[in-house]
């Protein structure tokens, strides 16, 4: 039976993330932003490419913010 093993760097990488950009890993977020995309796929809703350039542009601003976090992140576990 195979079973998904996460690696070193995938936990790794999911503790910086939660550490750094929680709001954007919790399930809600992404269960939202999930049915929104779903609903503009069944209706070809016509806003839907000015709806996610603007989701993209928060999210950008959101990841901006969290490198400053991440990098004290790092520095703080000793890696570079």
Not at 50 to 58: Q, V
Not at 72 to 77: D, F, G, Q, V
Request: net charge negative; with cysteine; glycine share 4%.
């Amino acid at each position: 039976r195979k079973v998904l093993q996460p690696t070193a760097l995938g936990l790794s990488l999911d503790e910086l993330l939660s550490a750094t950009v929680p709001d954007i890993l919790e399930p809600e977020y992404t269960r939202s932003f999930e049915d929104v995309l779903e609903a503009m796929a069944e209706s070809g809703d016509p806003e839907r490419l000015t709806y996610l350039r603007e989701w993209r542009a928060d999210f950008r601003r959101r990841l901006e913010a969290a490198l400053p976090r991440a990098k004290h992140y790092c520095e703080s576990k000793g890696l570079r």
